[in-house]
């Protein structure tokens, strides 16, 4: 195991006794392994379906120090940012007016907000284009510095950006603390990117031509970031403005802006200059808001990483402008068991996939197919490791899962589970709404096609077993969904596997894994799931434009 890897699991979990952890090591980068502690199988036994283990020590309690001077306890309370940032400079709404932020576990408010306008987001976007003027101009050197500096600012802080997602975002620490070396890898890989925008020479016909094409960084870039990811999304957008030279306006989460500011000042520090990311934060103007971002003509390139139904709006906004688009959408991924997996891998994979964030990730497992063969076999496995969770406020001790983001989630998780029971499911572990916005970890067997599960993502820790029979039967259904943004399979015949990986309708396949989603590789779906890739080599070319050049020689 890499000294790398060897830190980042050191900081992953330190039990009062020995334990076993498992975490993800297949990521290169240094500081990028996606260790997200995913679920509790056992008496402080954590899995993400990799297969690398270490024993380590955990702290008594993570409940932070908090006082009226430093409200959510924090290290460096400078870090707490409650206001938007425009030119460098702090930005409040022109009206005055704020939202609260809420701690998902109890309800109560941890803080506020500017609600800005359609006007704040207006300057922001001007004053992005002003600075684009002269950050387009600054080497790759100079920009894979500031990404070096911000990464290891990341890691010095890891303790107060791991605080800051509890606050907001409600995951466990483990589960946060994993987000931040997720974070900081994404802003890794793109400090060598800054150094790989290499353009090409092509053949010329004609005598006397040379032909050539150079890299140019796209301009101000509008990145639409969502809350179930509070540092690891920010991170996945801005990463690569930096490193191509672009600038931006980040319209943060109305439920999670904490750590998106937070990383925005740290980037700061780093020395990235004032202007290249404006943050703009909003509650009850987000339509607006969103709308200026999408058609102002001075943006010429839009991420976004939401709802199928928010992306078409936003994609709709942007056609009079053409701008280029990036829109990670939602999905329903398919999860398939087939009668010859390793069962402890695929146990191990489905509670990587879809327990993950509570559930609450775009990628999670949401229709699981069981073979019928080791169905029950499977579904009392689950179950048994299941039951094992631990549901509380992330700053508690051995909490394995926290709240969900809000009741709406809540409403919705319930009306799923209420409308498979009814149609014949069975509960084999959870099924309960608990106090707030904390819900049981759910496995359902016997769940029928005809259900909104299968219809429509869940968005929470419902975890459906359904039956099926057959390798062309299973294909059928996975791929029977208007979206296509990931879906997992395990199977030890090496036949199967190249077969069925070719053959789901989706953007990213993990096959005998559900651990997938690493800073190198290109992220993002097909069908309505979206267009355009995060992450790898192909992230960065999203914010980069192609010039050919030609030229001719003196002509006698």
Wanted: charge should be neutral; aromatic fraction near 6%.
């Amino acid at each position: 195991m890499s000294r790398a890897l060897a830190r980042c699991s050191r900081a992953l979990l330190r039990p009062q006794r020995q334990s076993k952890v498992i975490v993800n090591s297949s990521c290169p980068v240094k500081g990028s392994s996606s260790l997200v502690a995913l679920s509790k199988v056992g008496p402080l036994t954590w899995h993400t379906g990799h297969n690398v283990v270490v024993s380590q020590r955990r702290y008594a309690s993570n409940v932070p120090k908090t006082s009226s001077k430093n409200p959510l306890g924090l290290d460096d309370p400078t870090l707490l940012i409650t206001h938007g940032v425009i030119g460098g400079k702090s930005a409040k709404a022109e009206d005055g007016s704020t939202f609260d932020v809420e701690d998902p576990a109890t309800g109560k408010t941890i803080g506020t907000c500017p609600d800005m306008t359609r006007n704040d987001t207006e300057q922001a976007i001007k004053v992005a284009h002003d600075t684009f003027q002269t950050f387009k101009t600054t080497t790759p050197n100079d920009r894979h510095g500031y990404l070096l500096k911000l990464y290891q600012l990341i890691l010095d802080n890891r303790k107060d950006l791991t605080r800051l997602i509890v606050w907001e975002n409600g995951k466990s620490w483990t589960d946060a603390d994993a987000e931040v070396t997720y974070a900081a890898g994404y802003i890794g890989w793109f400090a060598g990117e800054a150094l790989r925008t290499n353009g090409e020479t092509i053949p010329c016909s004609m005598p006397g031509t040379r032909n050539f094409t150079i890299k140019q960084p796209i301009g101000v870039c509008s990145l639409l970031v969502p809350w179930n990811f509070p540092a690891g999304m920010i991170a996945r957008k801005m990463g690569p403005v930096i490193a191509t030279g672009c600038t931006a306006v980040i319209k943060t989460p109305a439920e999670t802006p904490y750590t998106n500011l937070a990383l925005v000042e740290l980037a700061s520090r780093a020395g990235v200059p004032d202007g290249v990311l404006n943050v703009v934060t909003t509650h009850k103007h987000i339509q607006e808001v969103g709308e200026e971002l999408t058609t102002n003509p001075l943006v010429k390139k839009v991420s976004f990483t939401g709802s199928t139904k928010v992306g078409k709006m936003l994609a709709k906004n942007a056609t009079d402008t053409l701008k280029k688009l990036s829109l990670e959408l939602g999905g329903n991924a398919p999860l398939i068991v087939f009668e010859d997996a390793h069962l402890p891998t695929a146990v191990a994979g489905t509670i990587a996939s879809k327990f993950r964030g509570s559930g609450q990730t775009c990628v999670c497992a949401n229709r699981i197919y069981v073979h019928e063969a080791i169905y029950d076999e499977f579904a009392s496995a689950l179950a048994e490791k299941v039951k094992a969770f631990k549901v509380g406020s992330g700053f508690e001790d051995g909490v394995t899962h926290g709240p969900l983001i809000h009741s709406r989630q809540v409403d919705k998780v319930q009306q799923h589970l209420d409308d498979a029971l009814s149609k014949g499911a069975k509960v084999l572990a959870g099924g309960k709404k608990l106090s707030g916005n904390m819900f049981q970890p759910t496995v359902l067997a016997n769940v029928p096609q005809d259900c909104l599960i299968t219809a429509e993502e869940t968005f929470g820790p419902l975890a459906a077993l359904i039956k099926f029979s057959s390798e062309e039967e299973v294909i059928r259904l996975a791929n029977n969904a208007e979206v296509g943004l990931s879906g997992y399979f395990f199977s030890q015949d090496t036949d199967r596997i190249w077969r069925v990986a070719e053959a789901l309708q989706v953007g990213i396949v993990g096959a005998n894994t559900g651990a997938i989603s690493q800073p190198v590789i290109p992220f993002g779906g097909v069908k309505e799931s979206g267009y355009g890739k995060e992450g790898g080599h192909q992230g960065t070319e999203e914010y980069l434009v192609t010039k050919y050049i030609a030229v001719g020689s003196k002509q006698e």
